[in-house]
């Protein structure tokens, strides 16, 4: 950590701060076909739940950014919550087509084996993690499918009126309070979580996205590889840096502590041990990557909640009532 050369803190910081510039716009084009929003409407709350992301468990950001855009922007949660998962997607896509990469052009040792916790980083962890990614995807695209068009909605929405007719054994009285209670706002949240997914119905915009979602991993892995060049023992190629990337991010999907300490590191130390970097070197690496990776979001996101007067432990609150069925 002494060794390192901080001068070179400072580009890889201003690089990894623009992918959050492009992702802000590339929401903000997903949640045009939604309703029209300015770039700023967007950055803060997004900066806001990538911040929470790394303060508290449970990934809390992603369901604070449609609470902030509800209580900021008038936008139903539903709506912005799709939004955010339409985000997701074109995230994860990138990310397995290059995990696929990773895995055809990359040895990867089979007995190589880093204890963390009650994990065991290896070969086997890493395509678990991958296969579990996938299947989520997958069934993320079932739903955006099923959700997103008339017809398949429509069904749905019939399905969930038609609840109460199970409870034969009921009054009418009950039936009726049930509907309204429960069938009608099911349906809004049904019609107002598709409105967020109205993308599909534009392939331009969906081009753009994925081009700007590709830009964003090139660039995180640019960051990483300008902080390389002033690390000692770390003489890493960019494409062996960005495999280093993405082997941490899968890594990281890991269950653990609020901003992946840990997790993170031990990941980091896996896949340059990889490309021969030496523990020592690997891990001084990692931690102050990691470090300048996370804590410029956390200053900006708590920098964002100030201008946009947003109280973060209530929001964290409204996310766990959002959670509730």
């Not at 997903?30 to 992301?53: C, D, Y």
């Amino acid at each position: 950590m002494a060794a390192i050369n901080y001068f070179w803190v400072f580009p890889s910081v201003l690089v990894s701060l623009s992918t959050f510039v492009i992702r802000a716009y590339r929401w903000q084009i997903i949640l045009e076909s939604a309703r029209k929003v300015s770039f700023w409407q967007t950055f803060h709350p997004l900066m806001i739940g990538f911040m929470i992301n790394c303060i508290l468990p449970g990934r809390v950001g992603e369901l604070a950014r449609p609470a902030v855009l509800q209580r900021k922007e008038n936008i139903p949660f539903s709506t912005g919550l799709a939004t955010v998962a339409a985000e997701r997607v074109f995230d994860v896509t990138i990310l397995i087509i290059l995990f696929a990469v990773l895995l055809a052009t990359v040895q990867i040792d089979p007995g190589l084996d880093i204890a963390f916790g009650d994990y065991h980083l290896n070969r086997q962890t890493l395509i678990i993690v991958g296969r579990s990614i996938l299947q989520m995807f997958l069934l993320l695209i079932a739903g955006i499918i099923l959700v997103g068009y008339g017809k398949t909605r429509k069904i749905i929405n019939n399905i969930i009126m038609g609840i109460p007719a199970a409870f034969f054994f009921a009054g009418s009285a009950f039936k009726a309070k049930m509907q309204k209670k429960i069938c009608v706002p099911l349906v809004d949240f049904v019609e107002n979580f598709a409105i967020g997914f109205s993308l599909v119905k534009y392939p331009r915009k969906i081009f753009i996205c994925s081009g700007l979602s590709l830009v964003i991993w090139v660039l995180s892995a640019v960051s990483y590889y300008i902080m390389a060049q002033g690390c000692p023992g770390i003489s890493l190629s960019f494409s062996e840096i960005f495999s280093v990337m993405i082997i941490i991010c899968f890594f990281i999907a890991l269950p653990s502590v609020p901003g992946y300490w840990g997790i993170w590191e031990a990941g980091g130390v896996f896949a340059l041990t990889l490309f021969g970097v030496s523990s020592k070197n690997a891990a001084g690496y990692t931690l102050a990557n990691h470090a300048i990776q996370i804590l410029p979001v956390i200053l900006i996101g708590f920098i964002s909640a100030m201008l946009t007067s947003i109280n973060i432990l209530q929001v964290s609150y409204e996310r766990r009532v959002y959670e509730r069925p």
